[in-house]
């Protein structure tokens, strides 16, 4: 079952611009977890926000959380080429059993230099 | 550092062969989990397991089976593969919920499995 939908499917940006992708997603969650993806690998956990939390900073990420909106954004700064990569979401659910992530299907970031 | 080992980075098998994927995690993980990943339909759960021998079917169980006789390694059998499992299979383990840093799930590099 899908949770998480992010927004948009796919994004081209210029190095040193700033990127951001959303998430929604449809139940009460625990918590709401970010991606990334280089190509033909495994995903890579990025940063964890907690319900309770609005907004978490970590190096030129910066994540918001809206619970009433059943939202989340993920903004990278100063982008760079080496920010090229797909993008997940995830959440948490209350009640979810041991700790299952439903993921959403991706945001395709291309940084050009 | 965490690791997670899949098998293979690449397999190619014949339709009706028994395909087995084995991951591997050293991080003393509670919890495995076997993903397959497909273009526009992103990250879907086929089975998780939360200790030795116990198994949970996820989103997609049909037609796979798991298996985890040791902490350490989960294994994803596909009994009879046919051509729509050619997908991307990941693998991936975390810490039992209530431990610290338990909620991030650590992922191994994949397998890209392609049924003939």
């Known amino acids: 079952s899908q949770q998480g939908e992010e927004d948009p499917q796919a994004l081209s940006i210029q190095e040193g611009e700033n990127a951001t992708m959303n998430c929604s997603y449809k139940?009460?969650?625990?918590?709401l977890q970010w991606y990334r993806q280089n190509s033909g690998r495994g995903l890579v956990h990025l940063i964890l926000?907690?319900?309770?939390?609005r907004e978490k900073h970590s190096g030129r990420l910066r994540v918001t959380l809206d619970t009433s909106k059943k939202s989340s954004s993920l903004l990278i700064t100063a982008s760079r080429a080496a920010d090229t990569a797909s993008y997940f979401c995830?959440?948490?659910?209350?009640?979810?059993?041991?700790?299952?992530?439903?993921f959403g299907k991706g945001t395709k970031l291309s940084v050009k230099p | 550092d965490v690791k997670v080992t899949q098998s293979s980075r690449y397999l190619v098998k014949r339709t009706g062969e028994k395909v087995f994927l084995e991951c591997v995690q050293d991080?003393?993980?509670?919890?495995m989990f076997w993903y397959r990943q497909d273009p526009g339909l992103g990250l879907r759960l086929i089975y998780f397991s939360y200790d030795v021998k116990m198994k949970e079917k996820g989103d997609i169980p049909e037609g796979y089976s798991v298996s985890r006789e040791k902490k350490e390694r989960f294994s994803l059998i596909l009994e009879s593969a046919s051509t729509n499992q050619t997908s991307m299979y990941l693998c991936?383990?975390?810490?039992?919920?209530?431990?610290?840093?338990?909620?991030?799930?650590?992922f191994g590099p994949g397998t890209r499995l392609t049924v003939t």
């Open positions: 991080m003393d993980h509670e919890n």
């Open positions: 139940t009460s969650i625990n918590n």
């Open positions: 926000i907690r319900s309770n939390e």
């Open positions: 995830a959440t948490m659910n209350y009640g979810g059993s041991q700790g299952n992530l439903i």
């Open positions: 991936a383990s975390s810490f039992h919920p209530g431990r610290p840093s338990s909620y991030e799930q650590y």
